[in-house]
């Protein structure tokens, strides 16, 4: 099992940017992939961008494209997220999310551990 704590949301100004950060720890969690993930009031979870931990390998949903970056620290155990250019679309609570294996996925049914969430808020 991995254990996944989010930080970094806050209250921005839409075209602002903020950097969200998931610290990780567990057993093998070199081994996995880590994604991050969004749910707005009302309305279902989704992909935002995965990365595998070995590797580097990234994708992103094509509504961040080009204004989101994911990473990790492989020093610090750690995967960001920097988010820029935000608009008020983007308002949710986002969390962090890790699935064994080396490939990246992006449906939240396919990540096995969780964090508890950090709430972003993007103010017209």
């Known amino acids: 099992q991995v254990q996944l704590v989010e930080s970094g949301g806050t209250v921005v100004q839409a075209g602002g940017s903020l950097n969200l950060s998931c610290a990780v720890s567990?057993?093998?969690?070199?081994?996995?992939?880590m994604g991050w993930f969004r749910q707005a009031p009302g309305k279902e979870r989704e992909f935002v961008a995965a990365?595998?931990?070995?590797?580097?390998?990234?994708n992103y949903a094509d509504s961040v494209k080009g204004r989101f970056t994911i990473s990790r620290d492989v020093a610090q155990n750690t995967v960001n997220l920097q988010m820029n250019s935000l608009r008020p679309d983007d308002t949710a609570v986002y969390y962090c999310?890790?699935?064994?294996?080396?490939?990246?996925?992006?449906?939240?049914?396919?990540?096995?551990?969780w964090g508890q969430g950090t709430q972003v808020t993007v103010s017209s």
């Open positions: 999310a890790a699935r064994a294996g080396w490939i990246t996925a992006t449906r939240p049914a396919m990540y096995n551990d």
């Open positions: 567990g057993r093998a969690f070199n081994t996995y992939s």
């Open positions: 990365i595998s931990w070995v590797g580097g390998i990234t």
